[in-house]
Structures are given as structure tokens and as C-alpha cells.
């Protein structure tokens, strides 16, 4: 049993590639898993960080009901109620940023999952107190993403 | 027993055999693999991990590669494609884009070309109108290249990639005038476009349409100006009261051709420890031709849909809030997104305007 699990560490150590690419605007990362499968190692790695999804908005199906072709393309909502909440009490500008959010949709039988990184936040709002904050976003969503590329 | 034995002492054995062999691997790809990480972390999302290609060129491709020096590779990285999906990799230290260009030799069948940076002597104007006649089809009659990011959603992939902008200033200061005679005189793999003899241009064509390409570029690459003075989010206040300004907001999105989606509070779907009585519901509406429109130009439009106006209330004031979609736009690098942006700023505004009325 413990051979195995070594097996298996030292060819994880091998195959680990972890590339979300974060372009300064952007952090994104292709997934070589189709949709389905991205996008539930996607809701488990948000979970996993700690973090509550509060909704999956369906872009594709309202596209499709109203007669176009589109891809699969859904957007996943998610954030900590707390912190949600004081950020908006303390914050409100940043309201229409909350929650977090990350774009997840088919590219061809690959995946590509987007967010805004949020050291732009930082320019954006010049309030030193919210860059914890920001930085702990980015930390968290760049895990995320990697988590979804590792697990390909 | 003896089996037992025999067995972990196999199991030891080739554990250590394969921890060596690892190291081994290890020590021996780190020089290379460091190319290969920066690639993977940085290019193979457009590029694709083997440099197929995908949204972006096929970089191993070998009549790309043939065409492209590693001067061209370093300022096209060093630079990007203004207006394009191509971002500049402006922040990534030399040596780092230098690991790059290595990884990406690895597909070259031959050494990389040097290019003269001497002009091609060419008549542009003669070249405009070849132009118009065998390239604008593709490339735009401004040259401001094919529609769209080059990902495949939306859309029937009918080329690999999208065609390349030629007035694009980030490609112009990459690309020598011999460098992009060669590119119009070759056939490419992987590629639609024809070569000048398939089309029947002699080479003094060609020059004039070199020449034609090269005027577009400008003296100085000009940086976008990035969070100019553009607030990151539209804030207006309300004399109604809450409830009023709900139905305001409702009303005036359906006078802009908006669908009303749904009502949300801002914290719904989460666990909260303590309410603190503030009031803050979004209301998501859409215009699917927009949205369809938009996500066609490009797809990481998303991360900032649907569209919403959040409606707050905090000591008896009572305000409307929405992403800045102006502000935005600078963060996609694509021109024609801005425009959408634009539209969608208008709209915007507009909803608040006329719910504060």
C-alpha cells in the first residue's frame, strides 16, 4: 500500500504542471478535460479553498432558449457571506465586483476558464486597506485554477 | 516469508531505482524544462501545449518558424498586438523570454533566419489596390484583420486562427519588410493563405504590397493609457426610496430593450454570521443580440456578465451602482471591444438616468 501511494507521488511529481496564466488583466487557464468534467473539478476547488458558490449563471442556456449557437459558457459566482458583507458596508464602490467570479466555457473538446485578476483591483480602488484582500483573492483564485489544470 | 522479504526487497530496490531515474530526469530537464514551464504558464493557453496553435498561431508550425527570427519572436512577446488578443509580456524578465524562444526552437528544422532591417523599395499605392484585390478579404480592407479573439466559441472555425491584423502596431514593429515579403511570397501549413505565385504576383508586386503593410505603422508605439480617468464603477444616488428605485430600475431596463433576468440580494446563497440590515439587491437583465455580439468579439467578456444594477440602502440613502463597462474595456486589449463597451456605458448610463428621474 505505502509503495503504491510513493508510486503514484513520484509520478504526481513527474506530471505536476500547474499553468494558470496571469497576463496582468486576466488569469486564465485552459483545461484539456471537456466542459462537464472542468467544470465540477472547478465548484470542488473553489469548495475547497473555502469558499461558498452561490450561483451557476447558465449564459449558454438563455443564449440557446432565445435561438442562438452558442458553446457551452456558464459563469460561477462565488465568495465568503462575512466577507461579502463587510466589504459592502465598508466598500460599497466595489459592489458591483461581488461576488468573485469565474468564466468557465468550451473551446473546442478543451475548456478555458477566466477571471479578472484582482491586483487590478488594486488600481482600481486605490484603498491600501482593501489590498490583503485583493492579494488573498489572487492567491486563492490562481490555487483554484491550477487545481482545475493539475487534476488534467 | 522468504517471499515477503524477497518482495520488499524488490519493492526497495526498484522504489530507488525509479527515485534515481527521477532525479536523473529531473537534474537533466530542469535547463530545458525552464523554457518549457514559462511556455506552458505563459503561451500554451492561445498557443496550445505543443504550439499548435488554437486561438493564437501555430507556432510550430516549421513555415512559421522558417519565416520567424528570434528577433521577431522576442519583440512580438516583448510587445504583443495592441487591440488583439495578444497580450505584451512586457513584465517577463529577458532571460525569461530568452528560455521561451529556446523552447519554441525546439520545432525549428532549420537555424533561425536573421532578416535585413533594410526597407523593400516598393510603390504603396500600387500596393493598396493589390491589396484590396488579394488580401483585404481576410485581412480587412485597413488591414485590421480578421473579426474576433480566434477562439472557437460562437462560431464555425472555418480557418485555424483568426487572420492577423498587418496594421497592427505590435506586428509591424516586429516584422522586418523581408520578413513579411517572405510570409506573402511562401505557402504556410496550416494556413488558408495562398502564396503570391498561387495568386499570380511577381515579386515587384509584392514589394508594393510590402510597402503598402508598412505604411500603416506609426513613428512611436503608443501605449494605451490603462485606469485613465474612468471610475471602475457608475455610482448614482437616488431620491426615491428603496423599494421605488427597484421598480425605477426595472422599468427603465425594459425601456432599453433589456429582458429582466431575475432580483438577487447581494449576499444570497451565502452563510452569514450576523445580518446587518443593509439592503443591496441586484437586479440582472440582458439583451441577448448584445450579449451574443459581445462574446463573439471575445469570450472573457463573461467574467463581467450578466449585466446588473445593484440597488443599495445605508443610512436612509438610498443608490444605483454598476460595473464601469468603459473602464473595462481597457482590460481585454481589443479594439473591438471597445466599441461594445462604448454602447454599453451608453446603456448604462442611460438605465441610471432615467431611474433617478
Known sequence: MKLKFLLCLILALFTLKAHAVVTGEMIMVRSSEAFPETMAILQEAIRKKGYTLSRVQRVDVGLTAKGYKTDKYRVVFFGKGNEIQNLASNYPQLIPYLPLKIAIYAEGDNTILTSANPAVFMDLFKTPDLKPTFEVWLKDITDILNAVQISN | MHFNVLSRSFASGLLFGLLSLGS????????????????LENCAICHGENGAGGMGATLSSHTFLDSASNQYLKQTIRLG?????????????EPDVDAIIEYISQWRKSPPREWAKTPVKGNAENGQSLFQAHCASCHGKEA???????????????????????NNQGLLNSMPDHMIRYMIEQKRENSIMPSASQLGLSREQVNNIVSFIR?????????????????????????????????????AITGTNFVHIRDQELTEGFTIDKNNGSKQTMIYFCNFNFLYEALKIDPRVGM?????ITITEENDAVKMMSINPKHLSQLFNNNELDESCDKMYELYTNILEDASL
Request: proline fraction near 10%.
Open chain 2, 144 to 166: 485590421e484583420g480578421g473579426i474576433g479573439t480566434g477562439m472557437h466559441f460562437s462560431r464555425p472555425t472555418s480557418t485555424p486562427v483568426t487572420a492577423p491584423a498587418l
Open chain 2, 24 to 39: 536523473l530526469f529531473s537534474s537533466t530537464a530542469s535547463a530545458q524544462s525552464r523554457g518549457e514551464s514559462l511556455f
Open chain 2, 81 to 93: 498586438r495592441p487591440g488583439r488578443i495578444m497580450p505584451s509580456f512586457y513584465f517577463l524578465p
Open chain 2, 304 to 308: 463581467f456578465l450578466p449585466c446588473r
Open chain 2, 215 to 251: 505604411g500603416f505603422q506609426v513613428k512611436t508605439l503608443s501605449k494605451k493609457a490603462l485606469y485613465d480617468d474612468e471610475p471602475a464603477s457608475l455610482i448614482y444616488d437616488s431620491p426615491y426610496s428603496f423599494e421605488e428605485t427597484v421598480e425605477n430600475v426595472k422599468r
